[in-house]
Structures are given as structure tokens and as C-alpha cells.
């Protein structure tokens, strides 16, 4: 193994293994720090850990614990993978896990960046934009767990790390990338914030980044990183899997309630209210019997607008509610796997680690991709396809899109 990577959840890790698979290389997706050593033939391991929400010493923790079984598989250099949106509050989890890891790995001066202008996230002056708006005005300001009220990466970082901060502005990054390294060694022992807002400045950071141990930032960082280790463009091999399927949603951002609304259009569909499974009103049996009953494949969500889910909140406290959700949509995961359900798609960060961890897998095969970020993915030994999908990612038909490509019918 050449490459690591620590993903704070689930799609984030399937995010950023599309983007090394397709660049070239053979790469492997764990559901939390395996117990047995690597297949020899993976150059890039990514290993997915559900830490962003937790206390931050518990993601300290787990995270150096998987450095430290990447590092015995060999791997050169560690990437720790965070949302595009960095999503954190300011009692962590970027910035204390970032710290630890650079001082675990003895680099003193660590680029973060988490643009993807694929997806529409850019860094311009240190301020994170989505598409056109700030972040602080898309719609993440109403985030159920880690909402984000401040576009300034700076300021957000320096609340969450004794490091210093610095800054390398775009008009840096285009002069290439021995000035980026200039830049990082001028800054001394911080955390530098990158400016990127086209693929091609994510390349010259990915080249800049060749001899460091340690880089912080979304999957966009990685588009530069295989060229690193000698490897080119692949397009993986699919053949799809057949037979029930199921949509499960509990993203509750603006692309995911379009999402919702669209397949509802065309599929049976079933609200699972916060409410609803906080007092027991409903009941895992009879919402897999009612799933299983459905001859196109049903959605199941618990998405609402952040004045529903704000309200519920007040009401069962915001841990209370979100536990029950997860423990829900884990429970239900397990049942419609034994019950022969082969294909998952579902939307959200937490809903995904609720799911795979329901599901008890291990291992992830890396498909083709279905949207940018997201790429069809296979339980390693089992006739089981999902997709996993950050809340904002995906067009408004990506539900049936998915299931298509899972199927490998498109």
C-alpha cells in the first residue's frame, strides 16, 4: 500500500476512493480499522470512520488507530478526508484530529483543502463557497449536527487547533507548485488553508503535496495524488446486481428534499417521522413488511425541512433523536439484507454509517461512478450493491440513477 486515508464517515470514504480508483489506483474501502492485514495488490487504502459528530478525543483516538494500521500496510503518506463542506463545530473535529495526526506523523506544516469544484465547492481568499453562495448562506447553516455559520476557513480552523493558521491564495496556486511548497515552508509549524476553484489548481496542489506526510482536505485533493505514485487514469469494471431493491434517506439538505420529492413521484414512499420512531408509534417488522411488499423499489426517509427536524430536536433532545433515527435505519439495513434485498441506496453521512454498520461490512469494492463523489459500490463477498451519498451530492434524479447503475443497467 502506497496511499491512506481517514474518513471522518462513510460516503466521505467512498467519495474520495472513487476519485483514487479512477485515478488509476487499485484501491480499497474499509468500514472501520480492519483486524487482518491488506490485500497486497491495494496501493491506496481508505479506511471509513463514523468520527465527525463524536467527542474529539474519541476521534483522536480512532483515528491514530488507523494510521497506525495504514503505516504497517506500508503507506507512504496519509490523507485525512473531511467533508467539502467541513463540516465541524468549533469544539472540533477537523481541527484537533488534524493536529494529533500531524504531530503522530512528524509534519509541521499541513495543506487543508476541502474544495471540489466538481460538486461546486471552491476556496477563494479562504472562504468556502458552494456554487455561488457562501457557505454560511447554502443552506449548511441549518445543519442538524454540524451547522455552518461562518465561510471563513481560517476562523473556523484557528477555533479548533492551538497550530497557527496560514493562507495560500489562489493567485499562489497558479503559479505552480514549488511556489505552493514555498508558501507551506514560509508559513513554519500551522495549518494552511489553500485557495482552489478549478481541478487544475486541486493537480498543482496535488504535486506540491508529493513529499509530505500528512494532507487534510476533501476528495478533490486526491485527484493529483496517483500521479504521485506513478499511476494514470482507469476506468473501472461493473457488473451489476440484480433483484430488490430499496432508497433510504435521512440527509435532510436541500439537494437530498429535492431528491426525495422527485422519486416520490414515481415510486412508493414512506416518511419515517423523528417523532414517529422516538415514541415507537411504528415498528421494525411492519415497515419491512410494508418495504418488502413494494414491487418497485420503495424509499424510506426521514429527510424534513430543518423546522421539522429543529422542533424535534427541542422536544427529544438533539442526541436523543439523532440516535434513534440511526439506530432505526441500522436495524431496518440488517433486516432487508437478510431478507434478500442486494441493492442500497441511501443519502446522508450519518444515515450511511447507520447502514454499513448495520449491514456488518467490512470490505467495499470500488464500482463506477454514479455522480461526482459518488461512486456504486460492493460488499466484498456478498451479492450486495449500495451507494452511499452525501446529503448535497447527486442531481434530482440521482435515487433512480443510482439504482440503474447498481442494477448495471446504465
Request: glycine share 10%; proline share 5%.
Amino acid at each position: 500500500m502506497k496511499l491512506g486515508v481517514i474518513a471522518d464517515d462513510f460516503t466521505g470514504a467512498s467519495d474520495i476512493a472513487l476519485m483514487l480508483s479512477e485515478g488509476g489506483m487499485p484501491t480499497a474501502q474499509y468500514v472501520g480499522i480492519p483486524g487482518t492485514t491488506a490485500d497486497p495488490a491495494i496501493e491506496a487504502g481508505v479506511i471509513g470512520l463514523k468520527t465527525r459528530t463524536v467527542p474529539a478525543q474519541e476521534a483522536i483516538t480512532r483515528s491514530l488507530e488507523a494510521c497506525d494500521w495504514l503505516k504497517a500496510q506500508g503507506a507512504e503518506q496519509i490523507v485525512l478526508k473531511i467533508c467539502s463542506t467541513f463540516d465541524s463545530t468549533d469544539a472540533g473535529n477537523i481541527g484537533p484530529v488534524a493536529e494529533a495526526l500531524a504531530d503522530w506523523l512528524g509534519e509541521t506544516s499541513v495543506l487543508v483543502c476541502p474544495a471540489f469544484p466538481e460538486n461546486g465547492r471552491t476556496v477563494f481568499e479562504g472562504h468556502l463557497f458552494v456554487k455561488d453562495r457562501l457557505l454560511s448562506e447554502c443552506g449548511m447553516q441549518h445543519h442538524p449536527l454540524t451547522p455552518m455559520t461562518d465561510p471563513d476557513l481560517r476562523r473556523v480552523l484557528a477555533r479548533q487547533t492551538s497550530w497557527p493558521v496560514g493562507h495560500i491564495p489562489v493567485s499562489t496556486v497558479w503559479t505552480g507548485p514549488d511556489a505552493i511548497c514555498r508558501s507551506a515552508e514560509e508559513a513554519g509549524k500551522a495549518m494552511v488553508i489553500v485557495d482552489a476553484i478549478r481541478n487544475d489548481d486541486l493537480l498543482a496542489i496535488g504535486q506540491a503535496a508529493k513529499s509530505r506526510n500528512l494532507l487534510v482536505g476533501g476528495s478533490g485533493i486526491a485527484l493529483g495524488l496517483p500521479e504521485n505514485f506513478g499511476f494514470s487514469q482507469h476506468i473501472a469494471s461493473w457488473t451489476g446486481v440484480t433483484g430488490k431493491a430499496v432508497v433510504l434517506s435521512g440527509s435532510c439538505s436541500t439537494a437530498t428534499r429535492g431528491q426525495v420529492a422527485a422519486y416520490k413521484s414515481i415510486a412508493p414512499s414512506r416518511e419515517l417521522a423523528a417523532d414517529d420512531i422516538i415514541t415507537k408509534r411504528v415498528s421494525l417488522q411492519e415497515i419491512l413488511e410494508w418495504t418488502l411488499m413494494q414491487e418497485h423499489a420503495p424509499l424510506l426517509y426521514s429527510s424534513a425541512d430543518p423546522s421539522v427536524v429543529a422542533a424535534a430536536q427541542e422536544r427529544f433532545g438533539r442526541e436523543a433523536s439523532a440516535e434513534a433515527i440511526e439506530s432505526l435505519f441500522a436495524n431496518l439495513a440488517a433486516a432487508l439484507s437478510q431478507a434478500g434485498v442486494q441493492r442500497i441506496v441511501v443519502a446522508g453521512g450519518e444515515t450511511s454509517g447507520a447502514v454499513v454498520s448495520g449491514l456488518d461490512a467490512h470490505t467495499l469494492e470500488i464500482g463506477p461512478k454514479i455522480a461526482a463523489g459518488v461512486p456504486a459500490l460492493k460488499v466484498s463477498g456478498r451479492p450486495l450493491a449500495l451507494a452511499l451519498k452525501s446529503g448535497n451530492f447527486g442531481g434530482p434524479d440521482f435515487f433512480q440513477e443510482a439504482l440503474a447503475v447498481l442494477e448495471g443497467s446504465a
